[in-house]
């Protein structure tokens, strides 16, 4: 099966596309380093050209009020090409509870993406993922201040990049789900707690100080970022941390 992973260089992308071609498939790697440019356009029929199975991995260069722009213009190109190719299954990957935080700029135009694919011309998948693991280093230097880190108390399900790729490759290679598929890690952690434990295990003396209108999360109410009926992968994060 040929796929095109578009955004295939990243965190995710690149791992993807390894799970893909080790499993036998000849998946195919686009970016703006191989000259792909989703918002422009620039190279997108190449990339999705005799692909049965397109991947969307490309993210917004920013988290902010500019990233729905980002998410239209892409989607918008690449669902284009994807119908005129004869594209029979489109993936993107999500957030798990990205309907429930319309707070966020970032999170409201995820949700955009999502109603493009839906409305769209080709069958589709939407994987939503909990927090990575990867990201908590990023979520903490946000709040870092000298010796300290403030975090809110907020429910956290980290998940691995090695697991998210590897459900990622799972549904792109199956029939279409034309709905969500969620996966989330093992545990749920307040986030401060998480921090907590982060610092800890990496020998960092700082403190974390639980402070509920500190960084991005400060936005989300309860538990809407996890979900105990996901699919759930097998890391855990103090082995992802050893």
């Given at each position: ?7 295939g ?5 690149s ?9 036998g ?8 380093s191989?000259?792909v ?8 029929d190449?990339?999705?050209?005799g ?21 239209q213009?892409s989607?918008?190109n690449l669902?284009?090409a994807a ?5 029979e299954?489109f993936v993107?990957?999500?957030?798990v ?6 707070e ?8 955009l993406?999502?109603?493009l ?38 429910p956290?399900?980290p998940?691995?990049?090695?697991d998210?790729?590897a459900a990622?490759?799972?549904v792109?290679?199956?029939?279409p ?9 093992p545990?749920?952690f ?7 434990l ?26 809407v970022?996890?979900?105990?009926e996901a699919?759930?992968?097998p ?5 992802w941390?050893?």
């Amino acid at each position: 099966m040929k796929i095109a992973v578009i955004g295939g260089t990243g965190l995710i992308g690149s791992q993807v596309v390894e799970n893909l071609n080790a499993a036998g498939h000849r998946a195919v790697p686009h970016s703006l380093s191989t000259g792909v440019d989703v918002v422009a356009g620039e190279g997108v029929d190449r990339a999705v050209q005799g692909a049965e199975v397109v991947v969307n991995l490309t993210n917004s260069p920013t988290f902010d009020d500019a990233s729905p722009a980002f998410f239209q213009a892409s989607m918008d190109n690449l669902l284009a090409a994807a119908r005129q190719a004869g594209t029979e299954h489109f993936v993107i990957l999500s957030i798990v509870g990205v309907d429930r935080v319309p707070e966020l700029d970032y999170y409201r135009a995820k949700l955009l993406q999502e109603e493009l694919l839906r409305r769209g011309p080709v069958p589709y998948s939407i994987v939503r993922a909990t927090q990575f693991m990867e990201f908590m280093e990023a979520a903490m230097s946000w709040t870092a201040d000298g010796d300290s880190v403030r975090l809110p108390a907020t429910p956290i399900q980290p998940i691995a990049a090695k697991d998210v790729a590897a459900a990622v490759a799972d549904v792109a290679v199956g029939a279409p789900l034309n709905g969500i598929r969620n996966i989330g890690g093992p545990d749920v952690f307040p986030l401060d707690e998480l921090g907590r434990l982060t610092l800890s295990r990496k020998g960092d003396g700082r403190t974390v100080v639980t402070d509920p209108t500190a960084g991005m999360f400060a936005a989300v109410k309860g538990d809407v970022l996890t979900d105990k009926e996901a699919h759930l992968a097998p890391t855990r994060y103090t082995d992802w941390l050893a």
